[in-house]
């Protein structure tokens, strides 16, 4: 047995929590676990509803809840959306900026996205980057909505480099385990990460119940986590927090960063993460 048939056999299939929308009950209390620091910002599941849904230029039968923009004082390297698109709906230019990257992640539903006359049809735990200028359309030509994360990042060019489109399903990929864990924190690299073209990751982290990070990371790299299954309390900054399946972090550069996982099932989450670039610094000649 593989130690992926034995990650799918411990772990049961893979499952990606996806909003539902909706409002609360008027007789349930407003309080809630979102919080926005300058280091970082918690949006628990509970506060996606419809009232803060936006649409999108060019997309048709479609809801984007924005998880992520630049902004002062946060995080500045990347846009992230939860998308849900209604049977017919989609986009034959979802891109308006031409020097922007996406990755697609797919958590329920199937989308067809189509790229240079080809096509390929994603299901939950499917992914596509597609490069900076690619002429990409996306639609949910099914009958049951499709959503998905879209993260959007301005490229980086790097003279002799040029990425190039990926697909795949992260459950096709063999997780790389941390060292010293026992397998019980796995890495899924959805991107190449020894290509310096790419100036993103995105990753699938998984962690066995009790599976630790057992150090607070502190590092240059921003951080856009969506929680796809479980639960974990997160050490950000100073503060500890408790996420669950369906919760999104967005973290500052050098916010520190560590969790537990609770239990009784794996915790997962789709991590981004910008990557491989020098530090351009202003006032030279």
Not at 243 to 252: A, H, Q
């Amino acid at each position: 047995m593989t130690t992926q048939e034995q990650n799918v056999h411990l772990s049961g299939t893979p499952r990606y929590y996806a909003a539902a929308g909706g409002l609360p009950a008027q007789t349930e209390l407003l309080t809630g676990r979102a919080v926005v620091t300058e280091a970082y910002t918690v949006i628990p599941r509970g506060v996606l509803r419809d009232i803060v849904t936006s649409v999108l230029p060019e997309w048709t039968g479609t809801r984007t809840w924005i998880l992520n923009r630049p902004v002062a004082g946060g995080a500045t390297t990347f846009a992230q959306y939860l998308v849900e698109v209604a049977p017919g709906g989609g986009s034959a230019s979802p891109e308006p900026q031409p020097t922007v990257e996406s990755f697609v992640f797919i958590l329920e539903g199937t989308l067809t996205v189509r790229l240079h006359g080809g096509e390929k049809v994603l299901t939950p735990g499917g992914f596509a980057y597609l490069p900076p200028g690619a002429p990409w359309s996306a639609f949910n030509e099914s009958g049951e909505p499709v959503k998905f994360q879209w993260i959007r990042k301005a490229y980086q060019p790097l003279a002799g480099h040029t990425p190039q489109p990926v697909f795949g399903n992260e459950t096709e990929i063999e997780p790389a385990p941390m060292p010293g864990t026992d397998n019980k924190w796995r890495t899924t690299r959805m991107i190449p990460v020894d290509d310096v073209a790419y100036d993103m990751h995105v990753n699938v982290v998984t962690f066995e119940p009790g599976a630790v990070i057992p150090f607070a990371e502190t590092h240059v790299m921003e951080h856009g986590l969506y929680v796809l299954e479980g639960k974990a309390v997160y050490r950000l900054n100073q503060d500890w927090v408790e996420v669950e399946e369906g919760d999104y972090m967005s973290l500052r550069a050098f916010c520190p960063q560590a969790c537990y996982a609770g239990g009784p099932a794996d915790f997962r989450y789709l991590l981004y993460k910008d990557v491989n670039r020098q530090i351009l610094l202003g006032g030279q000649p």
